[in-house]
């Protein structure tokens, strides 16, 4: 129980692109146009930072390519995403994570999933549960993954795990769950969500969670005719 009481709290992290015209959710468009498609990636992102800031943390990191906006929420440490491709900017993020707090597990999750509750987060990350538990792993409906996890983040466990592991295609989640699995870590995995990639899986999302500004913003445009089909 004292063990328990003394574990610190984790470190959250979202990886995202300033939701900028035509720099994100290009695969929206068309039937979107690029300033459609960037609200759309501005409200996920919202939700997203929402959703984090109500999960127990010690330290929330927003580790961005680009500037920060109005959609910016209080409490969240800005950092600049590093160079490199995808896999070495998560290592990083994951370097940020262990030099600000060594010995807080640190969660990422990225801006594709403005549907992601508390709940899916905060209870796997209680000190209870996390007990025995040395990587959280987030399966995506398109063979991605949407969360990653580590009790002790150290960058050279980061880049071991994650260099090397293409990315962006249908075998990214398994090769990094076979990672995960290589350094014999025990893994806690995390609920099936759908990543926000085409206007289909906008929609599905969107109906999953009618309520969030993603949602909301979508049904702003859904009926404009560059989008109806």
């Known amino acids: 129980m004292r063990a328990v ?19 994100v959710k290009t695969r929206l468009t068309p039937p979107c146009t690029p300033e459609q498609a960037a609200g759309l990636a501005e409200a996920a992102l919202a939700d997203t930072l929402h959703t984090l800031g109500t999960v127990p943390a010690g330290r929330r990191l927003l580790v961005l390519d680009g500037e920060p906006g109005s959609w910016l929420p209080d409490g969240w440490l800005v950092l ?59 399966p995506a409906a398109d ?36 990672r995960l699995t290589e350094a014999d870590l025990t893994i806690h995995q995390l609920p099936l969500l759908t990543d926000v990639d085409t206007i289909a899986d906008a929609r599905l999302v969107a109906a999953q969670a ?17 989008v109806a089909g």
């Open 5 to 23: 009481l003394a574990a610190p709290p984790p470190t959250l992290l979202v990886i995202a692109k300033a939701p900028v015209p035509g720099r």
């Open 80 to 138: 600049p995403q590093c160079g490199g491709g995808l896999a070495e900017r998560l290592a990083a993020a994951f370097a940020h994570a262990a030099r600000l707090a060594p010995d807080a597990p640190a969660l990422l999750v990225g801006m594709d999933t403005p549907h992601l509750s508390a709940a899916a987060l905060a209870e796997p990350l209680s000190p209870a549960r996390r007990t025995g538990v040395d990587a959280w792993y987030g």
């Open 143 to 178: 063979g991605g993954f949407w969360a990653l996890g580590l009790a002790r983040p150290t960058e050279r466990l980061a880049r071991q795990l994650l260099l090397g592991v293409p990315m962006s295609t249908p075998g990214t989640g398994a090769a990094l769950l076979d």
């Open 210 to 226: 009618p309520g969030c500004r993603f949602a909301e913003r979508l049904r702003s445009i859904d009926h404009a005719p560059e």
